[in-house]
C-alpha cells in the first residue's frame, strides 16, 4: 500500500507520529529530534496514500522554512506528485483566504498588501496631518506601537498614549480607504472572515482537510484561532514544536497554545522525541545546561548517536574588527583544509546591525555569503518605483502608490496641485484618484493641470485592463510600461554617477527576470507576483536568493534550520541578553533564542565576544555574557585573541600552504 521510502529512516516513534494522520497529534520535542521530518514524511506519506495533494496544509513561520520542507517533500515523493500541496507561511495562507472573500469584510478583492515602509509612508502623512510638522512622534515607533496593540487585541481606547491611539484610529481607516491591508491585518482580518462566515468557514474545512504546524511553540492567539476554524470536523491536526524555542513572545507568541491544545483538540496522541540527529553530544550536553536555567519548562533528555564531537570553542576578542577578520580567517581555513561547503557555514548573530562589519569581512577575503534578514531587494528605489505603478494598476484606491508614482517621472502634474488633491480626497473621504475623477476638483484647477490629470487616468486605466487579465505577459507589459514612461531616461537624470543607473536599471532587469520566471512556475498572475514580493519582505523573514555561500543569520531566523559549522558572534551582556531584557523580563526567553543558536550546529561550534565595541564614534568596553556563567565548563575550550593569534601555525594550516606555494611556484 505504502511505497513511502522515507518512513524507512524513521524511528519508531517518528513512524508511529507520520503514520497517525486521522485525528490530533502533538509532538513536543527538543531541538534536532526531527520534528520537520516528521512532518515531511507524514505528507509524502498521505501522497502514496492516494490522500489527494490539494487537502492537505502545512504551515510554518518563514519563508525560509517553508521553502525548505517543500523541497524536502518533493525528493521523498515522485515527480509532480506533491504539486497542489499546500506548504506555507502563516501570513502567505491568509493571503489566500482574504483573496477569497475579503469582500464580506468590506474590503475590494483587489487589496493591496502594505510592507513596513509602506506603512511608515502612510504613517508619517497621517502625524505630518494630525500634528503639524513640529511634533516629534517617530512614525516607526508610532508603527511598532499599534502593530502590538494590533495583536495583542487590545482595542485602541486601552492604549495609554491618547496621541498614538488618535494615530492608530486614522491609520486604520486610512488603510481600509485605500483598499489596502498590512501585515498584521493579513492575520487579524482572515481569522475574522472565518469567523464571522460559517460558510466561508466550511468551505475551508472541506479544502484542507489534513493540517499540520511547525513551530508550533511560536503561535499566537490569533494563529490559534486560525487554526481552530480551518481544522474540520474530522479533526486531522498535527502540531510541532519545542517550548525551549519559543522566542516570539514579544510578537505575542503564546506558549499554553501547546496546553491549550489538549483543550481545543482533545485526547490528541501524544509523541515525545529523544535521539537528536543534528548535533554531537557536546553541543547537546553544552545547549542543555544553558536551558536548564529556565523555569517553568518541560524538562527534556536529549541524546545523540553523532558521537561526543570536538569542545566547543569560547573566544574573546579585543573589538568587533578583529571578530570579523578572524571568524573569516577561521572560515576560509575550514573551506580549503576541512573541504568545508561554505553552504554549510553559518554566522549568527543577535542584532540585524551586527552583520556589517562581518559582511565587509567576507568581501574583502572574498567569500561570497547570504545576507538572510537586511536590506531587501525590493526595498531599493527604482524597485519600489516599478512595483508602485504595478500595484496601482491592480487597485487604483492605493494612494500610497499613487502618490510614487504621479510624480516619477513628472508628468506634469504639480505639487500643488497634487497637494489640493490629497486634502480634497481627505475632506471628502474618497481616495486621490477619485478626487481626480470629480468633477467638483477638476473645477478647482487650470485647464492645463485638467489636461495632464486626464492623461494620466487614461493611462491607468490602459494599463489596468491588461493586469486585471489573469493570462497577461505582465512581465511584457512592465517593459512597455517602461519604455513608455522613459523611466531609463528618468534614473539618468535622477542618480549621481553612471555607475549608479548601470545598477538601478540591472536592478530592474532582474526584476523582470524573476517576472517571467513567476510566469512560468505560477498561475495566478500579476496579483500572485505582488503578494509574493510583499510576502518575501516581512521583517525577519527574507530569504537568500538561492547562491552557494555563508548564511549570515540572526538567531530568529535560524530557528529550524542547522549548520555544520557554526560562529555565534558578539555574546555579551546588552546584546545577547539583549539590553532590553531586564527592564521587560523576557531574560528567559534570550537564554531560549541563545538555545536556538547553540542547537543549530551539527559539528563545530564557536562563540565569540568582544572585550570593547565601537558606538557612535567611542570605542565601549563590553562584558562577556552573562548566560556564560550557566553553561558546563566541561564542554568548553576557552581562549583569547592574543592567544590564538601567537599560537603555532598547525601542521596541516602549513601543509595547505606549502602545497599552494608549490602550485604557484610551477605556475
Ligand atoms: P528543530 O527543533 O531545530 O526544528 P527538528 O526537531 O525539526 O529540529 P529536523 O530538522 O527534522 O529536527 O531534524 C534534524 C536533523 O536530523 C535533520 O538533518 C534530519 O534529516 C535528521 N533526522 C531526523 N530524523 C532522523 C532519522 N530518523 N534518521 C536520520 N536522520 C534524521
Ligand atoms: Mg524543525
Known sequence: MTANKGLLGLNEPQRAAAEHIHGPVLILAGAGTGKTRVVTTRIAGMLYNDIPASQILAVTFTNKAANEMRERVGTMV????????????????????????????????????????????????????????????????????????????????????????????????????????????????????LEENPDVRKEWQRKFRFIMVDEFQDTNHLQMSLLRNLVGPEQNVCVVGDDDQSIYGWRGADITNILDFERFFPNPKVIKLEENYRSTNRILRLANSLIRHNIDRREK????????????????????????????????????????????????????SQSRLLEEALREAEVPYKLIGGQSFYERREIKDVLAYLNLFLNHDDDVSLLRVIGTPSRGIGQ?????????????????????????????????????????CDFLHRYSDSAHTDSANYATMTEELLKEIEYSDFLKKNCKTPEEVDMRRRNVAELIEGMHHHIEKSKRGLRGFLDSVSLAQDKEDKDDDGGEGVSLITMHAAKGLEFAVSFIVGVE?????????????????????????????????????????????????????SFFRELNKEEIDESDHEELASAPVEEAVAEDYFEQMKQMLSG
Open 573 to 625: 551582556d546588552g546584546i545577547l541578553p539583549h539590553s532590553r531584557s531586564i527592564e521587560e523580563g523576557t531574560r528567559d526567553e534570550e537564554r531560549r533564542l541563545f538555545y536556538v543558536g547553540i542547537t543549530r550546529a551539527m559539528e563545530d561550534l564557536t562563540i565569540t565576544w568582544c572585550h570593547s565595541r565601537r558606538r557612535y564614534g567611542d570605542n565601549l568596553p563590553c562584558q562577556a555574557s
Open 78 to 193: 515522485e515527480e509532480g506528485m506533491a504539486k497542489d500541496t499546500t506548504i506555507c507561511t502563516f501570513h502567505s495562507l491568509c493571503v489566500r483566504v482574504l483573496r477569497s472573500c475579503i469582500e464580506r469584510l468590506g474590503y475590494k478583492k483587489t487589496f493591496t498588501i502594505y510592507t513596513q515602509s509602506d506603512q511608515i509612508g502612510l504613517l508619517k502623512r497621517i502625524i505630518v496631518r494630525k500634528l503639524g510638522k513640529d511634533e516629534s512622534l517617530d512614525p516607526k515607533m508610532a508603527n511598532m506601537m499599534i502593530s502590538q496593540a494590533k495583536n495583542s487585541g487590545q482595542p485602541v481606547s486601552d492604549q495609554e498614549d491618547a496621541l498614538i491611539a488618535e494615530v492608530y484610529r486614522t491609520y486604520q481607516k486610512e488603510l481600509k480607504a485605500l483598499n489596502a491591508v498590512d501585515f498584521d491585518d493579513l492575520m487579524i482580518l482572515a481569522v475574522r472572515a
Open 416 to 456: 500643488g496641485t497634487i497637494a489640493l488633491a490629497t486634502q480634497f480626497s481627505i475632506d471628502h473621504q474618497i481616495s486621490i484618484f477619485e478626487t481626480l475623477n470629480d468633477f467638483e476638483f477638476l473645477a478647482t484647477l487650470t485647464k492645463r493641470a485638467q489636461n495632464a490629470i486626464e492623461a494620466f
Open 301 to 352: 533528555t536529549l541524546w545523540s548517536s553523532r558521537g561526543e564531537g570536538e569542545k566547543i570553542r569560547l573566544v574573546s576578542m579585543p573589538d568587533a574588527e578583529t571578530e570579523a577578520e578572524w571568524i573569516v580567517a577561521e572560515i576560509l581555513e575550514c573551506h580549503r583544509i576541512d573541504r568545508r561547503k561554505y553552504d554549510d557555514i553559518a554566522i549568527q548573530f543577535r542584532m540585524n
